[in-house]
């Protein structure tokens, strides 16, 4: 399973290398730009199973993005995280077809076990 953390925020990335879940080559970190044309041509390079997208890297385009990625990568699971605590933001992301919305900092051992559930579900499709 292939895992694509598109985000600038160094202890989201190292808690996520912490999961110690996947190999170090099962994890791709993009945090090159948040233009959303490298964006998604990154993603659909790598084609990954799971994304975990931070609205605080891609802001203001975080919806915009997703919507693009889940018309073309149809069957991605996207974990959002976030530290806007707004309910304009969740009424904007929640219907896009994100599998989690989560709000900074994340727990480890959430993100662990939502990993965890993620990767059993793509396993069984």
Do not use: C, W
């Not at 790598?46 to 605080?56: A, T, V, Y």
């Amino acid at each position: 399973m292939k895992i694509l953390v598109i985000s600038g925020d160094i202890k989201l990335i190292d808690q996520i290398k912490k999961t110690d879940m996947f190999s170090a080559e099962s994890i791709v970190v993009y945090n090159e730009s948040s233009d959303p044309l490298d964006v998604m041509s990154f993603a659909i390079h790598n084609h990954p199973s799971l994304m975990i997208m931070d609205d605080d890297f891609l802001r203001p385009v975080s919806g915009r993005i997703i919507s693009s990625i889940k018309n073309v990568l149809h069957k991605v699971s996207i974990i959002f995280v976030t530290s806007d605590e707004s309910y304009e933001l969740g009424r904007e992301i929640s219907p896009l077809g994100i599998q989690y919305y989560a709000i900074k900092p994340v727990d480890i051992n959430d993100m662990k076990d939502l990993i965890a559930s993620l990767t059993k579900v793509k396993v069984s499709e």
